[in-house]
């Protein structure tokens, strides 16, 4: 009985283990092959999903009514409310980090190139907007493209966690706080300038604002589907107002 309760607790995970630092093994083995634009497999996807989904608040050490989710207004020229970025984790194959919106906090719209990216929200309520790109549709200029609409609700925690990937599940999304939020992410591969992934932000217009009648993209489409025009936005685009802060929660790493 000794040996055969030895060789149980052996072929078990630790009973200890946190939340947090279970999040990082299975990362590590979901995103342990592949690279940019490659999507781990549908097994892999759900396993880290599940775990995602299970996370809490408090396995980050995280609450509403901390700082973090205080509204303070940022400089005149901005228009969202300060945001505050907190690291977990990067290495070359993904990245796991928390922003914590206040009521009115607002990430623009941007993108996620060659990426598969997680979103758990942890608590509160937000709504995302989020576009693909129109395949083969030709450009406006060389900075705007034809985007169709994949999501425009939103979401109250407790909640599942939400999945995009590099090609398809709204690789450009929008996030507006409408009470305080923590969103957890975990980006594979993450932003990396160097490699090509770089954040670009985007404004939207409407169809009508670069079509015409006789364009044949849009003829047969525009009455089935949502879309709009995104064109690339500067850098640090005036409404984006997010400030890093160091994690305080429990230990990712041993």
């Given at each position: 009985?000794?040996?055969?309760?030895?060789?149980?607790?052996?072929?078990?995970?630790?009973?200890?283990?946190?939340?947090?630092?279970?999040?990082?093994?299975?990362?590590?083995?979901?995103?342990s092959?592949?690279?940019?634009?490659?999507?781990?497999?549908?097994?892999?996807?759900?396993?880290?999903?599940?775990?995602?989904?299970?996370?809490?608040?408090?396995?980050?050490?995280?609450?509403?009514?901390?700082?973090?989710?205080?509204?303070?207004?940022?400089?005149?020229?901005?228009?969202?409310?300060?945001?505050t970025?907190?690291?977990?984790?990067?290495?070359?194959?993904?990245?796991?980090?928390?922003?914590c919106?206040?009521?009115?906090g607002?990430?623009?719209?941007?993108?996620?190139?060659?990426?598969?990216?997680?979103?758990?929200?942890?608590?509160?309520?937000?709504?995302?907007?989020?576009?693909?790109?129109?395949?083969?549709?030709?450009?406006?200029d060389?900075?705007?493209?034809?985007a169709?609409l994949?999501?425009?609700?939103?979401?109250?925690?407790?909640?599942?966690?939400?999945?995009?990937?590099?090609?398809?599940?709204?690789?450009?999304?929008?996030?507006?706080?409408e009470?305080?939020?923590?969103?957890?992410d975990?980006?594979?591969?993450?932003?990396?300038?160097?490699e090509?992934?770089?954040?670009?932000?985007?404004?939207?217009?409407?169809?009508?604002?670069?079509?015409?009648?006789?364009?044949?993209?849009l003829?047969?489409?525009?009455?089935?589907?949502?879309?709009?025009?995104?064109?690339?936005?500067?850098?640090?685009?005036?409404?984006?107002?997010v400030?890093?802060?160091?994690?305080?929660?429990?230990?990712?790493?041993?």
């Amino acid at each position: 009985m000794v040996m055969a309760w030895r060789r149980k607790k052996a072929d078990s995970p630790a009973e200890g283990i946190t939340a947090v630092r279970r999040l990082l093994l299975t990362c590590k083995e979901v995103f342990s092959t592949g690279g940019p634009g490659v999507v781990p497999s549908e097994d892999k996807i759900q396993q880290l999903r599940g775990v995602l989904d299970n996370m809490k608040p408090e396995d980050v050490g995280l609450a509403p009514t901390m700082p973090f989710f205080r509204p303070i207004p940022g400089p005149r020229n901005r228009s969202s409310p300060r945001i505050t970025y907190l690291p977990l984790h990067e290495c070359e194959q993904f990245s796991i980090e928390i922003f914590c919106l206040p009521p009115s906090g607002v990430i623009p719209l941007h993108n996620h190139p060659g990426m598969t990216v997680f979103s758990k929200l942890l608590f509160g309520t937000m709504h995302i907007k989020s576009y693909d790109w129109v395949v083969d549709a030709p450009l406006r200029d060389p900075k705007t493209r034809l985007a169709k609409l994949k999501m425009d609700s939103t979401l109250t925690a407790p909640c599942n966690a939400s999945i995009l990937y590099p090609e398809d599940g709204g690789n450009m999304h929008r996030f507006t706080a409408e009470t305080a939020c923590a969103v957890l992410d975990v980006l594979g591969p993450p932003y990396s300038n160097p490699e090509g992934r770089h954040c670009t932000y985007f404004l939207e217009f409407p169809l009508d604002k670069f079509s015409s009648e006789e364009d044949d993209v849009l003829r047969g489409q525009v009455e089935r589907e949502c879309h709009a025009w995104l064109q690339e936005r500067d850098d640090n685009p005036e409404d984006r107002n997010v400030v890093g802060a160091l994690y305080g929660g429990p230990k990712v790493e041993d």
